[in-house]
């Protein structure tokens, strides 16, 4: 079966140090933009190799227009997160997808916060929005990608709090970077046997170089999501 699926990528530059961001990202709720969440709750954690391995239950809730109301109740959904902090790369991986109403509308992200040279932490987000509605998929695929955005947006302000909360006198960097999210690409629509692309950003006249974009941007996350769910894959 073939399965549409659009994809989106943001980036947000933080003026702290990449260890406060890490700090800070465990404290990140409650924040005067995270109403949405719900709960949070650590299920596991362990070193291996240097490496800190989290796994965490969430549950979030937001509003669905009123056309996704015969899909969707608007309930909460349960979202797992999975993350390896690498102390020695300075690399924060988080991979996130929700466990409930997959088939209306499944959403994948991952998240990888580096630190740059001049001393500031960059985000790097990327979504995987995929919809099962007959008929109604890619009208569900855009709803996904306008909230990822929006909601990416309300992240990164909701972090910034907690930083100049947590590290008031810790900016890096001279405070002058963008704090909204960017988006660099867009909704593209994605295929198991066959690709095809419509984009709202970049150049409508080279099919062949958005199609090839979009494959290497489907691989790269495809092949960071499999080696996360390895990770964290139960022993039996």
């Not at 954690?45 to 239950?57: A, T, W």
Request: aromatic share 10%.
């Amino acid at each position: 079966m073939v399965v549409a699926a659009s994809t989106c990528r943001t980036e947000t530059v933080f003026d702290y140090s990449w260890m406060n961001v890490v700090i800070a990202y465990w404290n990140r709720y409650p924040n005067p933009s995270s109403a949405h969440v719900l709960t949070e709750d650590t299920i596991q954690r362990e070193v291996r190799d240097g490496k800190l391995f989290s796994r965490r239950l969430l549950s979030k809730t937001n509003p669905v227009p009123k056309w996704g109301a015969r899909f969707y109740n608007n309930v909460p959904v349960k979202i797992v997160e999975d993350s390896v902090l690498d102390p020695v790369k300075k690399t924060f991986t988080t991979f996130t997808r929700n466990l409930g109403m997959t088939k209306i509308m499944k959403v994948d992200e991952i998240v990888i916060y580096t630190e740059q040279k001049d001393g500031s932490t960059l985000a790097v987000r990327r979504a995987y929005i995929s919809s099962q509605v007959f008929g109604f998929s890619r009208a569900i695929r855009a709803f996904g990608i306008e909230r990822f955005k929006a909601n990416g947006n309300k992240a990164s302000n909701g972090f910034n709090y907690v930083l100049r909360r947590m590290f008031p006198d810790s900016l890096v960097g001279g405070g002058h970077h963008q704090h909204a999210v960017t988006t660099t690409s867009s909704a593209g629509e994605l295929a198991v046997a066959t690709t095809t692309v419509s984009t709202t950003n970049g150049n409508h006249n080279n099919p062949g170089t958005l199609k090839s974009a979009a494959k290497v941007g489907y691989e790269f996350f495809k092949s960071h999501a499999s080696k996360i769910a390895q990770l964290f894959s139960v022993k039996n």
